[in-house]
């Protein structure tokens, strides 16, 4: 067996684990979920601070739209957070989530259906934003996870093939480095769920 | 267009540095609201080397102030004098460094990039020619710049040096004229004289060029050996200082080693685990200055530095230009810009992760090959001729514009209610109240116990008034039981003695009118 696949079945064993981990969980925080009631009151706090200005200028910055742009951008960036990416995708997922959108921008991936999928992992945090669908956290967590690391395994399988400078010691180094993590860092998979 | 930006080069980089001056030194006397603890004990510093020629312990001409333990070092200090001679002292004496300094790193980029794109090849120079211009725009409207140029922050002063540094050596590279490398590894060491993260950040860019040096044989080697006794001679102080047992404290005060927890519950429970831990903990501190959330949505990590809980080190809009910029920038082959971007990118946050991290502060010179990247994602997308492309280009630079002017309007408007109280607007107003009831009291009396690092504002804004620094357990002297005695201490709830007399609440001048301290008559 290729070296290459060595390494692939590691990494699935590691992300079979940080999904279970996750998978111990009851729902994800508060953080990850839109909420009106969040946006009215930032909204009433943002015109109580303010010191004087024109109504004009106050309807200008402070108004539903703004908030609501700030809130939903806030929240999903936290799906593509290096501190929530780790723990469901490791140290080693993280660099090949990364290698896997730099292979599609850069056009070194050229497939149809892989780049619609590239898309998918994109738009999928706003099913959980907005709680779009009334699934159990358990289906969730899956539909929120699996592609991650699917995607991850791609972009880590493209730069085993196409990067042939990096030797695999570094490889090697990066998996163990990501058992390390999950070790030291256990409780923080938990931090982003309610038990 | 490019042939207007071609011609107007000069004109457009001196109207961003106009632009980059105006928005540090606006309402910079009162906005951030009052200065902080170090702020003041720069100030007071700077005066007192200015007026006694010694610093608040009465040292003449230090290189190291004690100040509040930390021992800071000397240039932004010395460099304060003069504006404190001009403006006061007052909050523009103190700011005025950074605000100087700041404006003119906008400038030193400008000029870094342009000499180094003269060295990359021909199609990638034309490509990328209008990356100075681009890149000294962002620096100057991006917060993270913006917000430390207009506190007294050393990181922004070492930032201009450091920016110096690298432009003197690209000038070296250029002409081969000594001269111009001993003016960069000047530059370079009077950053690492300028604030603690350099100490590290200098010595890694030194070594860079020496090896670049040694391995390329760009110059003679007696050449290289001279200019290595140079560097080691401008360092001796920094090394003897760094070695020495005031060196460390600042190391022990920041360190991940003394300050950061270590993460509980682990399967590694032994002493032996530490050793295992901290290369965790120093990878996790590494890559917290990659985290989106931090980088565009909420600077967390103290919240005296940023302008509102809205904005994080950039403006959300840059976000795509960055990811943009960044491929662009791994796909080109470039010589030069690329390794200097990466190299920095890399470097910053593997020096000052060793602290505990993030800290938008120790990490500012990141600030440079961020606004080098969008940049780059900027003028990369500009060049893409599909109609879909425009339209989101133009979308997302109207949403920029509109952001950037919430930013200023959420500084200029809502920063002094939401984060007076981080900074020293009621120091100042117990110094200025106290000063006024200076007269009619025997003497002046403070509780340290929850009003700490007091006696340095008292210092900076009245040192004639000489109040005496007490903690909760004091009583009122026998010898003064006659005479009328000023208590300046915390709120406190207890019940007052029907002797002591409440004269007022001293409160912040915001909405909701905070009491930070009580006047009390003995």
């Known amino acids: 067996m290729s070296f290459r696949y060595v390494i692939l079945i590691f990494l699935i064993t590691i992300f079979g684990y940080l999904l279970k981990t996750q998978l111990s969980c009851a729902d994800y925080n508060g953080n990850f979920h839109y909420s009106s009631h969040v946006i009215s009151f930032h909204l009433n706090e943002l015109i109580t601070t303010e010191n004087q200005a024109p109504i004009f200028i106050v309807r200008l910055f402070h108004n539903k739209i703004t908030v609501l742009m700030f809130d939903i951008f806030s929240r999903y960036i936290q799906f593509f957070n290096i501190s929530y990416l780790i723990n469901i995708i490791g140290l080693a997922g993280l660099f090949g989530l990364f290698y896997f959108y730099y292979s599609i921008v850069a056009n070194k991936i050229r497939g149809k259906i892989i780049k619609i999928f590239a898309v998918i992992v994109l738009l999928l945090p706003f099913l959980e934003i907005f709680q779009l669908t009334k699934l159990s956290f358990f289906l969730r967590a899956l539909y929120l996870m699996l592609p991650y690391q699917a995607a991850a395994l791609i972009g880590l399988f493209f730069s085993l093939k196409e990067i042939k400078r990096i030797p695999y010691g570094i490889y090697f180094l990066l998996l163990i480095l990501t058992i390390g993590w999950i070790i030291v860092f256990k409780n923080d998979a938990l931090s982003f769920c309610t038990a | 267009m490019i042939s207007f930006i071609k011609k107007k080069q000069y004109l457009l980089i001196l109207i961003i540095i106009v632009i980059a001056f105006i928005l540090r ?116 409207i991006t917060p993270w710049h913006i917000q430390f140029s207009r506190g007294a922050y050393e990181s922004v002063v070492s930032v201009c040096f450091y920016m110096i540094g690298c432009w003197q050596f690209t000038v070296f590279y250029k002409n081969k004229k000594i001269l111009y490398l001993v003016i960069s590894l000047f530059f370079f060491t009077l950053a690492s004289y300028t604030y603690h993260s350099f100490r590290i950040l200098t010595p890694i860019t030194i070594l860079v060029i020496f090896y670049f040096l040694f391995s390329k044989k760009y110059i003679n080697r007696k050449n290289i050996f001279s200019i290595a006794l140079y560097t080691i001679v401008l360092h001796i102080p920094l090394l003897l200082f760094t070695f020495g047992s005031h060196g460390n404290s600042r190391f022990l005060q920041t360190s991940i080693f003394t300050q950061q927890a270590l993460p509980t519950s682990t399967l590694l429970q032994s002493s032996i685990s530490d050793f295992i831990i901290y290369p965790f903990i120093y990878i996790k501190n590494y890559l917290s200055y990659f985290s989106l959330q931090q980088l565009f949505v909420k600077a967390g990590d103290n919240v005296r530095f940023y302008s509102s809980s809205e904005f994080g080190f950039l403006f959300r809009w840059q976000l795509p230009f960055l990811i943009f910029g960044f491929i662009v920038l791994l796909r080109e082959k470039s010589k030069i810009v690329k390794k200097i971007v990466l190299g920095i990118i890399f470097i910053v946050p593997a020096a000052v992760a060793i602290a505990v991290s993030p800290n938008a502060l120790r990490a500012l010179l990141l600030i440079i090959p961020f606004s080098i990247i969008i940049a780059i994602g900027i003028q990369s997308i500009v060049r893409y001729k599909t109609l879909w492309v425009k339209i989101a280009f133009a979308g997302i630079i109207l949403l920029g514009i509109y952001e950037t002017a919430l930013y200023f309007h959420m500084y200029v408007s809502h920063y002094q209610n939401t984060h007076r109280v981080f900074w020293g607007s009621a120091q100042k107003k117990i110094a200025e109240e106290a000063t006024n009831h200076e007269k009619e009291y025997y003497a002046i009396v403070i509780n340290e116990d929850f009003l700490p690092n007091e006696k340095i504002h008292f210092l900076f804004y009245n040192d004639k008034l000489k109040p005496l620094f007490v903690n909760s357990s004091w009583q009122k002297p026998q010898k003064w039981s006659n005479k009328r005695i000023l208590y300046i201490r915390y709120p406190l709830k207890e019940k007052m003695n029907a002797r002591i007399k409440l004269l007022k609440n001293i409160t912040l001048d915001t909405p909701l009118k905070e009491v930070v301290a009580q006047f009390l008559e003995l």
């Open chain 2, 25 to 140: 030194i606006y309402q910079v006397d009162r906005l951030p609201p009052g200065l902080y603890d170090d702020e003041v004990a720069i100030g007071y510093n700077a005066y007192s080397l200015l007026t006694y020629g010694k610093d608040e312990y009465g040292e003449s001409f230090p290189l190291w102030f004690q100040s509040f333990g930390d021992y800071k070092l000397p240039v932004y200090i010395y460099v304060d004098i003069i504006p404190i001679a001009i403006f006061g002292k007052n909050e523009l004496g103190v700011r005025f460094p950074s605000v100087f300094f700041g404006t003119l790193t906008v400038l030193f980029l400008y000029l870094f990039l342009q000499d180094i794109l003269s060295l990359e090849p021909k199609i990638l120079k034309n490509k990328l020619h209008t990356i100075p211009l681009l890149s000294a725009f962002i620096l100057a």
